[in-house]
């Protein structure tokens, strides 16, 4: 009978603690589901950036046109690994 006692809390009506509980708990989740989706259209800006880069052979790195340039980007040092290559 005595173990009931410990499991009643959750099967009360809600009170002022649990209102509280239950805004910091949506508070918490939302936040965490906010900061994901930040999280991911960071990345798909990032992936696409890239892929536009290489597609106009621009350096990964900083971004600056490297048609005319076959190893080393001349802005900012980053060394070209297969970006020219897809030269036409
Ligand atoms: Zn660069």
Redesign the pocket.
Known sequence: MHHLLFKLPAMLPPNENTKVAAKILTAAVGFTFFCGAMWAIWVVRMFRRDRHRLENH???????D?RYTKDR??????VIERQTRAER
């Not at 980007?73 to 980053?78: A, D, T, V």
């Open positions: 621009c350096c990964l790195n900083c971004g600056y490297l980007c001349p802005e900012c040092g980053q």
